[in-house]
């Protein structure tokens, strides 16, 4: 009895992980961890469901408030990486090719909280990306490519093509530089203690 219902769980099992596969390939690959191009080499947005449950690196906040009214992006910026590159990055202190570094823009809500005042969460309202892929990019400054898929609230936009370098990666490259490999490590203090750990 204990045997043939483990013996149906297991064709249970099997029948899924078939079905499974096949979505996969149907999607021209489900791994939404590593870049995904349309044919025209456009980067394929990654579901907010899948990136939220990325390692988070931190948010930065640059509030209206302190910006005369206009900060060119008034939200929080919640940067996630996916596990398999963080992973990397504690091993190596450098971003391996195929890492994805998904920016996403929440608003500022309440400004007041029963802990105090301040600037708490509000609405998703935008994604940016950088991929760092040396197929893609061999000439940009670390490989990275820079992409947004909407700045407003979701769902956010299917497919993205690379920015021109002005919109983007001028300023990395200028402010972040080539030391911290173009990304503003600096305001993330996890990302800055795996890499002093490294180099221990
Ligand atoms: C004027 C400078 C500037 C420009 C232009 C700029 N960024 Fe950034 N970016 C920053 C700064 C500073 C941070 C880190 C602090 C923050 O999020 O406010 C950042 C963070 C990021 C991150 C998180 C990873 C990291 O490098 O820290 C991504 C992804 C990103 N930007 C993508 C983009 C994309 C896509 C564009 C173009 C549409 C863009 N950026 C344009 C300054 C800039």
């Not at 969460?121 to 990306?129: A, I, K, Q, T």
Request: charged residues 25%.
């Amino acid at each position: 009895m204990k045997k043939s219902t483990a013996a149906m769980f297991a064709a249970g099992v099997s029948g899924v992980m078939v079905g499974l596969a096949m979505l996969g390939a149907a999607d021209g690959g489900s791994d939404q961890t590593k870049p995904r191009y349309t044919a025209d080499g456009k980067l394929k947005t990654i579901d907010p469901e899948v990136f939220r449950d990325w390692v988070q690196l931190g948010t930065p906040v640059t509030p209206n408030d302190q910006n005369n009214g206009e900060a060119a992006f008034p939200e929080f910026h919640a940067v996630y990486v996916p596990q398999w590159a963080w992973a990397e990055y504690k091993k190596t202190a450098k971003w391996p090719d195929g890492t994805i570094l998904a920016k996403e823009l929440i608003k500022v809500g309440d400004k007041k909280a029963p802990s105090g005042a301040g600037y708490f969460e509000g609405e998703f309202n935008g994604l940016d990306v950088a991929v760092k892929d040396k197929s893609k990019g061999p000439e940009a400054p670390g490989n990275w490519l820079y992409y947004n898929f909407n700045h407003g609230k979701p769902p956010y936009a299917a497919e993205a093509a690379a920015q021109p370098k002005a919109n983007c990666s001028s300023c990395h490259e200028s402010n972040a530089g080539p030391e911290a490999d173009f990304v503003f490590s600096r305001y993330y203090p996890k990302v800055k203690a795996a890499a002093a750990k490294v180099k221990k």
